[in-house]
């Protein structure tokens, strides 16, 4: 996990950076609380925030990339629903078409991933 120098909270699976989001302004990373699923970071003026980082997404997508799809269906039971549209995508750039086609929500990425 790391925050470059144009605000982007990103972390790195193998060798790939996937964003987590975009940040206003430079912040430094104070830490992750397991129980809550969020990492907490602080800026120069001391303002403290948090985003939401489920670590059973980081595994499912770490499952992915080392080719380990039975693996990765062990954790995609923890993950959300709202959470499966932005993994959707993920399964569609990394060549899993056929896993993103089965559980993303949008009817138009549904679509466009059968054709």
């Known amino acids: 996990m790391f925050v470059n120098?144009?605000?982007?909270?990103?972390?790195?699976?193998?060798?790939?950076?996937?964003?987590l989001t975009n940040t206003d302004k430079k912040y430094f990373i104070l830490g992750y609380?397991?129980?809550?699923?969020?990492i907490y970071l602080i800026d120069k003026s001391l303002n403290v925030v948090s985003y939401s980082l489920l670590l059973s997404l980081i595994n499912y997508q770490s499952a992915i990339l080392n080719d380990?799809?039975?693996?990765?269906?062990?954790?995609f039971k923890d993950i959300?629903?709202?959470?499966?549209s932005k993994l959707a995508k993920f399964l569609e750039a990394n060549n899993q078409k056929e896993l993103a086609f089965e559980?993303?929500?949008?009817?138009?990425?549904?679509?466009d991933l059968a054709l």
């Open 5 to 19: 120098n144009k605000g982007i909270i990103s972390y790195l699976i193998g060798n790939k950076i996937l964003k």
């Open 33 to 38: 609380d397991g129980k809550q699923n969020r």
């Open 68 to 75: 380990d799809i039975h693996g990765a269906q062990a954790y």
């Open 80 to 84: 959300p629903v709202a959470f499966h």
């Open 103 to 111: 559980i993303t929500p949008d009817k138009d990425h549904k679509f």
